[in-house]
């Protein structure tokens, strides 16, 4: 299924170069406290990679919060206003970017974070993001009208590089399910790097790779520059 020459690389952020993830639990979880309802791994893989609005109704209507969207949403960006500046990279993220930037292979981000959220995240790591050509953050970018798992997101992020790209050699790492889905509905190959916790069987045999971790991945074996040793 591999080595089907990619050109391009485009990166999901949350819990795939940004360990956000178990920030994004915790700061649900400590607003769900109050009213003794439980953010369970299942509502969670329903809810990543999806827009922050849709996950919102998602949550509230699963749990059967009574409380309106808005007050929920205030009282969960109150918790990442908190805990989302001290995150750190992913294993391997800092590296493989690093890798493909100095052999000019083009990157971007594409993330369901809005432009807020974005910089509350990344403000500890500007460096790191300057080396993508463009960041689509569909959480407020007027052109993303469907976010993951529709393909309008990764189809976005393609069309931004200089020349725009074919989608099938463009390569995508995403630790969700609906990311993941999303890549291959624009036509794209994808790398799976799941969470630990994560059921495996919902995407074997269905994705390019399945990894443990960023720092398990070899260029070479899609047609990138090989890491030098
Ligand atoms: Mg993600």
Redesign the pocket.
Known sequence: MANKNVSHVIF?????LLDT?RLYTEAIQNVCDPFNKKYTWELKQKV??KKESESVKIIIEELNLPIPDKQFLEEVHQQYNILFPAVELLPGADKLVRHLHKHNIPIAVV??SDTASFELKSQNHKAFFSLFHHLVLTGDDPEVRHGKPAPDPYLIGARRFDDGVEPSKVLVF???VN?VESAHAAGMQCIWVPHREHDRAILEGKTELILNSLVEFKPEEFGLPAFES
């Not at 999901?12 to 795939?16: A, T």
């Open positions: 999901d952020m949350d819990g795939l993830e990543m990679g993330t369901g995403e630790d969700a990311g």
